[in-house]
Nanobody, 125 residues
Framework: VQLQACGGGLVQAGGSLRLSCAVS????????MGWFRQAPGKEREFVAA????????SYADSVKGRFAISRDNAKSTLYLQMNSLKPEDTAVYYC???????????????????WGQGTLVTVSS
């Protein structure tokens, strides 16, 4: 199983980035997905989650209204559109997959079985 995240980079505050996560080695449409992030010296935290079909989503309060999670099951790809970026959004962003057939969405990091390698997002002030 591979989860390959990309799209990170350096952006000024107020700018936008779109992260992608290409998934292989599992049947993408059967897995709920999520994005997490980890800033230097801090614990990994939940950012957003999406259900198997994409019909349900959940966001951390800190990104609600600015970030949007989506998925393309035909392309086995997860996305995170990030707008109005702030310096406090600076972190390594990870995509993650839940075990097969888990309905709904969850922010619990322990319920994600597969993890990507992360992509660094740096927001300058």
């Amino acid at each position: 199983v591979q989860l390959q995240a990309c799209g990170g980079g350096l952006v000024q505050a107020g700018g936008s980035l779109r992260l992608s996560c290409a998934v292989s080695g599992l049947t993408f449409s059967l897995h709920g997905m999520g994005w997490f992030r980890q800033a230097p010296g801090k614990e990994r935290e939940f950012v957003a989650a999406i259900s198997l079909s994409g019909g349900s989503t959940s966001y951390a309060d800190s990104v609600k209204g600015r970030f949007a999670i989506s998925r393309d099951n035909a392309k086995s790809t997860l996305y995170l559109q990030m707008n109005s970026l702030k310096p406090e959004d600076t972190a390594v962003y990870y995509c993650a997959a839940r075990a097969k057939f888990q309905a709904g969405v969850t922010m619990d990091v322990r319920l994600y079985e597969y993890w990507g390698q992360g992509t660094l997002v740096t927001v300058s002030s």
